[in-house]
């Protein structure tokens, strides 16, 4: 009954390196989103995809952000060329069904630093 | 656009008390709404939810308070456990199924 897992959990990169943020859903759940929170924000929709499809990718940067959830393996969020405020948490959340009609459950996030 | 709003950043309570937190929300199409809970280093945890076909749901210690007409809800937590300590996240969904969230309260329960 692992819940959603994600890793790492903790990323430091320079500015102008990528991060790659892994995510792997809850056992039987097909749907799945990421979320950023910056310091003393809430948080805010990035992209829910299902596999091989992204389904709403309205809260995702236009340049330098990318997402995917494979047919095999996790959900990867990807940031090129990452800049200082790029540093935020990080989160994934995973539902059985559409989000408007179950809760998510999210994972532990991952913790982005930027140097 | 914040379509979801906490106006409390932190509340305080007594142990034992009622700890009341609120939302607003601004989009009359959102039909869906859940309480998450967080600890620091922590993911959310999802604690309660209500559907706009209601305007009370209780589960143990929480109960959700929806009002339409006036786009609020809140949580009630009674009684309060120093345990409960943590930020609370709002959210809520509509049509477009897009869930938006509040930017938390941070509730201390003292001993």
């Known amino acids: 009954n692992a819940g959603v897992m994600q890793n790492p959990r903790h990323l430091v990169r320079r500015r102008g390196q990528e991060a790659r943020l892994r995510c792997s859903p809850m056992k039987g759940h097909s749907h799945v989103y990421w979320y950023r929170q910056l310091p003393e924000e809430g948080l805010k929709f990035m992209v829910y995809?299902?596999?091989?499809?992204?389904?709403?990718e309205s809260g995702m940067p236009k340049e330098r952000f990318s997402a995917e959830f494979p047919k095999e393996g996790p959900s990867i969020l990807r940031i090129q060329q990452v800049v200082r405020g790029d540093s935020a948490a990080y989160f994934c959340?995973?539902?059985?069904?559409?989000?408007?009609?179950?809760?998510?459950?999210f994972g532990n996030g991952t913790r982005l630093t930027v140097t | 656009d914040q379509q979801v709003k906490q106006n409390s950043p932190s509340l305080s309570v007594q142990e034992g008390r009622i700890s009341i937190l609120n939302c607003d929300y601004t989009?009359?199409?959102?039909?869906?709404f859940l309480w998450y809970k967080k600890y620091p280093a922590e993911g959310p945890t999802f604690l309660i939810s209500i559907s706009s076909i209601k305007d009370k749901n209780e589960d143990g210690r929480f109960t959700v308070f929806l009002n339409k007409s006036a786009k609020h809800l809140s949580l009630h937590i009674v009684p309060s456990q120093p345990g409960d300590s943590a930020v609370y996240f709002c959210?809520?969904?509509?049509?477009?199924?897009?869930?938006?969230f509040g930017a938390g309260t941070r509730l201390t329960v003292k001993p």
């Open positions: 959210a809520a969904s509509g049509e477009d199924n897009d869930m938006r």
């Open positions: 989009n009359s199409m959102f039909d869906y």
């Open positions: 959340a995973s539902s059985l069904w559409d989000r408007g009609v179950s809760p998510l459950h």
């Open positions: 995809l299902q596999k091989e499809n992204i389904i709403d």
